[in-house]
């Protein structure tokens, strides 16, 4: 065994390979599917047995459910409710000596919205963990009131479309989601410009992974890819609540700063993959959850001409993790009693998200266009969106 883990291993192989080896060397039963992977990788060359054995190991650790709350959708479900939040905060509830949207829209009483977005995001490796490449696509359809001059509540659904492209060690995996998210949202304004918002979502996702894996396919040491297939659900529950204070710096000038956390719990069903001879792995259900403090500023200028307001803004937030521990992986294959070696990396804690916007409103119509920016460490994320809006 030493002989052979010096000829397999050196200084740059990871310690999660070498526990794998060690595993595997540990097999009674040589019929399992283990002894017929270690028989496999016996008849290839080092590069590819080393190749096999990061395609194997459990390294796509960045969950789809999560990355759908970062990017794009609490980005959108959050920050563009936000946006119409503090407008209404100004048009709606008293601030009529701001620009913004003041006469006649403190009349209307009802609201609903849309908004289409498009997003994608890169996190390189991190820490060794294989980085991926996404793109998310979909749509949100919300509907609010107000309920009386103090407080707004509303409803919103989506629907995303994520692909999920691994990188590195993992390049070639795919990771597909489809999600709903319904959530509720409320508004109440407090005295003196000050108000606060909250905003409780549930999601489903629906994911479809296939991981490529390494066989060697005759004694000539030719190798080629098998596809292991796997399908289950995330959900996702989250709760948001941030306070604010819209400072009315001129009749054309509004600047919210506003605080607050977000508190987020996953649910990842348990699967065991198919496709495959011998490396199909079975994976156990898994939970985790994430409590962030929030800080954002918002400035919207206004413009009018005629009857038609025009409100060009930037906004930026920052988020910051608490609490949240890397979902531990429990993957196993038959033939070894206890889950497969897996890297332990502390996730990111910190993200920041900058942004423009641009909106206009005529009578009972709003249209709107958005752009943010996410970024965190050897990680970023680009979100597009338009927003339309009818008050009646």
Known sequence: LARQQQQLFDKSTSQEAREFYTQLNNVTDRNSSAARFMNNIGRMDREHALQAID??????????????????TSEIIGGLI?????????????????????????????????SP???????????????????????IVGFDSLVNDNLLLGAAYSLINTQMSHQDKKIGDKTNGKTNIFSLYSLYNLTNNWFTEAIASYGITRVRNSEGRLIATDVRRNTALETAAAKYKSISYSGQL??????????????????????SQFKDAGY???????????????????FEGILGLRTAATLKANKVFLIPELHGYVNHAFKGKAPIIDARLDGINEPLPTKSVKPVKTFFTVGTG???????MECGIIYNVNIANKYIGHQGSLKVNVNF
């Open 117 to 139: 977005f498009y997003g994608t995001a890169c996190q390189e490796t991190y820490k060794g963990v294989s980085g991926y490449k996404a793109k998310s696509a979909g749509g």
């Open 358 to 364: 641009f909106t206009t409103k005529y009578n009972m």
């Open 55 to 72: 395609r194997i190991l459990p390294g796509n650790e960045h969950p789809i459910g999560e990355s759908l709350v970062r990017n794009p």
């Open 82 to 114: 936000a946006q119409a939040d503090t407008q209404i905060t100004a048009t709606r509830m008293g601030n009529a000596k701001s620009a913004i949207g003041s006469g006649d829209d403190d009349t209307l009483r009802y609201g609903v919205w849309g």
């Open 272 to 290: 065991t993959e198919t496709g495959t001879k011998f490396q199909n792995l079975v994976v156990k259900k898994r939970s985790y959850n994430k």
């Open 242 to 263: 941030l306070t604010g204070y819209n400072y009315i710096a001129s009749e054309k000038l509004m600047i919210t700063p506003t605080i607050g956390f977000r508190y």
